[in-house]
Antibody, heavy 121, light 107 residues
Framework: QVQLQESGPGLVKPSETLSLTCTVS?????????WSWVRQPPGKGLEWIGY???????NYDPSLKSRVTISLDTSKNQFSLRLSSVTAADTAVYYC??????????????WGKGTTVTVSS | DIQMTQSPSSLSASVGDRVTITCRAS??????LAWLQQKPGRPPKSLIY???TLQSGVPSRFTGSGYGTDFTLTISSLQPEDFATYYC?????????FGQGTRLEIK
């Protein structure tokens, strides 16, 4: 059974870059899935950030596209999120998730537990 | 972007009640709608995909229906563990978007 686990700093200063990693266990990132990031600001709903496909292709939400990079590290069975020039509006719980096989676009069938990132000086 | 609008935003009900949550898309999305359940402090959990297909392990008291722009999630007989927030999500095109959520509370 595939499991996802987010990791990274819980506190980031304004204007700096947020970096998170999702470690995949029980499966391989080098398989036919869309590896995704979703965030949830405090007390608010879910926001799709983007994905990386196992072949390396990416797609990002237009509102974040200029600041987001999602990458894949098959040697570590991980994928990562980088969000630059952060502000307080980027404070959220960040989830990594797997897009269901055979769908593009996709629904997310496996989720990590989430990690809280606060942007503050 | 396709906007997803859920109603109601919150709902109070009792154990054993039948409840229905509605999700409307700003344009047609065929059958490409998912429903997720989220409990406080927990990640979302996939309940239904393709508008009406239950994920493995999801109780049969959950039913999804709809096509095009209008969709519903029905819980036939509420159980204590069903009190949570429910989100719809379309996957018709990019960007993927979610509804604002419906909070289901105990009356």
């Amino acid at each position: 059974q595939v499991q996802l686990q987010e990791s990274g700093p819980g506190l980031v200063k304004p204007s700096e870059t947020l970096s998170l990693t999702c470690t995949v266990s029980g499966g391989s990132v080098n398989s036919n899935y869309y590896w995704s990031w979703v965030r949830q600001p405090p007390g608010k709903g879910l926001e799709w950030i983007g994905y990386i496909y196992f072949s390396g292709g990416t797609n990002y939400d237009p509102s974040l596209k200029s600041r987001v990079t999602i990458s894949l590290d098959t040697s570590k069975n991980q994928f990562s999120l980088r969000l630059s020039s952060v502000t307080a509006a980027d404070t959220a719980v960040y989830y990594c998730a797997r897009g269901a096989s055979g769908y593009s676009p996709y629904y997310m069938d496996v989720w990590g537990k989430g990690t809280t990132v606060t942007v503050s000086s | 972007d396709i906007q997803m609008t859920q109603s109601p935003s919150s709902l109070s009900a009792s154990v054993g009640d039948r409840v229905t949550i509605t999700c409307r898309a700003s344009q047609g999305i065929s059958k490409y709608l998912a429903w997720l359940q989220q409990k406080p402090g927990r990640p979302p959990k996939s309940l239904i995909y393709d508008a009406s297909t239950l994920q493995s392990g999801v109780p049969s008291r959950f039913t999804g229906s709809g096509y095009g722009t209008d969709f519903t999630l029905t819980i036939s007989s509420l159980q204590p563990e069903d009190f949570a927030t429910y989100y719809c999500q379309h996957y018709y095109t990019y960007p993927i978007t979610f509804g604002q959520g419906t909070r289901l509370e105990i009356k």
